[in-house]
């Protein structure tokens, strides 16, 4: 926490031609989540702070994003594109109202954390005028170079300015800076476009704190925090690096991982108490799983709820909207979408789940399908508690399946089943006119015999 107000203006108007892509480059994904919002998670929240994104002309899906993320974030649009500095003063009015601390960060540097931002604006609150983010690359070929004497942040060098003593210094600039925001205008203001394009470029920024006879500082940090993205080879590696971070934090937070190298999580992949994940499961993005859940091997998950000690897999497929209640099974080869399960429910192997509410306990045989779509529209199969699907059963939406029902195998059930009713439904006919209306012969047998 801070008493100083800040601004952080993320700059995110590149194009990303290299990534191949019509997609914006700050929209592909990393970990389950857009670039730009592991950014805007990244920066400061909350009281006394403020947010600009700088977009590109005709990137509303960007503009779209970024407010979705974070509501309070105001955008600008840089119309040409002529350097760094130019699309920073692209928000020269947020910047203009006036804040201690003026943050630039970038919309494609997924791997930065919160407490680097903090570390940043530490030296502000000392009376700096200036802080840049560095690191030491292992190989600095391409990188502008920081130049430091007596302890202090005299130029940024650009490699091919760079001398050859110069081109030694394995400390290498980020991009990232942090203002003081009392006069974060004049300096930006005082940027020229003296050079081989014509551009405004914010590494300018340390010479003239340096020639206001101001301070410049750096901020070290690892190389892998300030990775940016330009290429869908590094969109690859950010991502390996994310999950390295991801099942590090699963580990520790007491999750057993089986075989962690070959588990994909999402950012926002929430964890009760000892759950256990095998082999090679693909978690999407809003998952949450509860105490004590086993996820089997070659599972993949997307916007599901899991329960405590449920059950999934081995090769199940949980699709968005899908809850299981607590000790719940859903096995091998089944897939689900937009259902619930409720506590105890079995959905063993060989089925397709959709759109349906299952009530406690009920038992659903392999080859079950939930018919949900008649060509037109999806409807809702429902299930009551304590009921029995048989083998090979097809449940032709909408129907409601009463408490305690007995469907038998190899059924088409296609009417309403009361409580407790025994049901079969065979040799289907169906009068396709219209593409929805259906009638078919349902026997039934009887009550199901009472339990000894």
Known sequence: MTDRTSLTVVLAAGEGTRMRSPLPKVLHPVAGQPLLAHVLEAVPHGEGTALAVVVGPDHGAVEAEAKRLRPDAATFVQRERLGTAHAVLAARDAIARGVDDLLVAFGDTPLISAETFARMRAPLKNGAALAVLGFRAADPTGYGRLLIEGGKLVAIREQADASAEERKVTLCNAGVMA?????????????????????????????????????????????????????????????????????????????????????????????????????????????????????????????????????????????????????????????????????????????????????????????????????????????????????????????????????????????????????VERSPQTNREGGAKRYREMKTVGKKPKED
């Open 179 to 423: 203002f003081d925001g009392r006069r974060a205008l004049k300096i930006l203001d005082k940027i020229g476009n003296a050079n081989n394009k014509g551009e405004y470029y914010l590494v300018d920024a340390v010479t003239i704190v340096r020639d206001m006879g101001l301070e410049a500082v750096v901020i070290e940090t690892s190389e892998d925090e300030v990775r940016g993205i330009n290429t869908k080879a590094q969109l690859a590696e950010a991502e390996a690096v994310m999950q390295a971070r991801l099942r590090k934090a699963a580990l520790e937070a007491g999750v057993t991982l089986i075989a962690p190298e070959t588990v994909f999580l999402s950012a926002d992949t929430k964890f009760g108490s000892d759950v256990t994940i095998e082999p090679f499961v693909v978690i999407g993005p809003g998952v949450t799983i509860a105490d004590g859940a086993v996820i089997h091997s070659f599972s993949h998950i997307v916007q599901a709820s899991i329960g405590r000690k449920a059950l999934v897999g081995p090769f199940a497929r949980l699709r968005p909207g899908t809850s299981l209640g607590d000790g719940s099974k859903v096995g091998n080869f089944v897939e689900m979408k937009a259902s619930t399960l409720e506590a105890g429910v079995k959905v063993n192997h060989l089925s397709y789940i959709g759109d349906t509410h299952i009530g406690a306990k009920s038992n659903i045989g392999a080859g079950t399908i939930t018919c949900n779509y008649d060509g037109f529209a999806k409807h809702k199969t429902t299930i009551g508690a304590g009921a029995f699907i048989g083998t090979n059963s097809s449940l032709v939406a909408p129907v409601k399946i009463g408490n305690g029902a007995y469907i038998g195998s190899g059924s088409v059930i296609t009417k309403d089943v009361p409580d407790d009713a025994m049901a």
